[in-house]
């Protein structure tokens, strides 16, 4: 991808304070697009306000009127946002009898209803401004296939699967592109921990054909071109990047 890419893409990116999400809001910025930023982390607060395109807002996703902030000050400033990466999201492991509705209902609104709702308030402010724009949203390979004690997450991404593939068709002639991405094991925040369990790290590299886990840059590149005017015919797809995973 070209340095100045992504120089017409004003982009709202969640889940921007560790792993993929991250890693994206500086190679984002490098590629020349500007980024809205929403973290849980005061930390990244301070690390990124005083930066070149970004501007970060501390909060959770499921606080839709900060949400609407956000979109509101994109207007103010005509920096109009054209394109979401619902990144954030929670991992919740419980065994299937022990996963109340409760538990269900709180990975649920993280992993599904907030990104519902961000759709949702984008589709109807790029119609106001008659924008064109892309979504892309992050759902796994656990959405994918089944996994011990992870139904309520599995779960939340096969919806958020199916929820994009719809809005895809139905927005596909309003100029607005959705697509969902599935990564497999990368090597984010908790990789280092998770490679001290050599059982199960072990397992993970032999159940992965290309024997590695990805990185974030390999994440990143693929969220960045489905953003990109490069992919414009692309939409409702769903696309694993897992090195294989999936297929073996």
Request: hydrophobic share 35%; glycine share 8%; aromatic share 12%.
């Amino acid at each position: 991808m070209n340095k100045n890419e992504l120089s017409n893409k004003v982009i709202l990116l969640t889940g921007a304070g560790k792993g993929i999400g991250r890693y994206l809001v500086d190679s984002l910025r490098d590629k020349g697009g500007y980024v809205y930023a929403v973290t849980r982390s005061k930390q990244d607060l301070k690390d990124l306000k005083n930066k070149k395109n970004i501007k970060v807002y501390y909060g959770d996703v499921r606080n839709f009127s900060l949400i609407k902030k956000i979109f509101k000050h994109s207007q103010s400033s005509k920096n109009y946002i054209n394109s979401i990466i619902n990144n954030a999201g929670i991992r919740q492991r419980e065994q299937f009898v022990n996963l109340d509705q409760k538990k269900l209902k709180e990975v649920f609104d993280v992993n599904f209803f907030s990104i519902f709702e961000i759709m949702k308030i984008f589709a109807i402010f790029s119609k106001k401004n008659k924008l064109k724009g892309s979504i892309v949203n992050v759902g796994s390979i656990v959405g994918e296939t089944g996994f011990d004690s992870l139904s309520g997450y599995s779960a939340s991404k096969g919806a958020l699967k199916s929820l994009t593939m719809s809005f895809a068709v139905e927005f596909a002639k309003k100029n607005i592109r959705a697509n969902i991405i599935n990564p497999g094991f990368t090597e984010t925040s908790y990789f280092h921990k998770f490679k001290k369990k050599k059982k199960l790290y072990n397992w993970t590299i032999n159940k992965i054909p290309m024997g590695r886990w990805g990185k974030p840059r390999e994440i990143a590149n693929l969220v960045e071109f489905l953003i990109s005017d490069s992919s414009s015919y692309i939409t409702g797809e769903s696309i694993n990047i897992d090195g294989g995973w999936l297929n073996s």
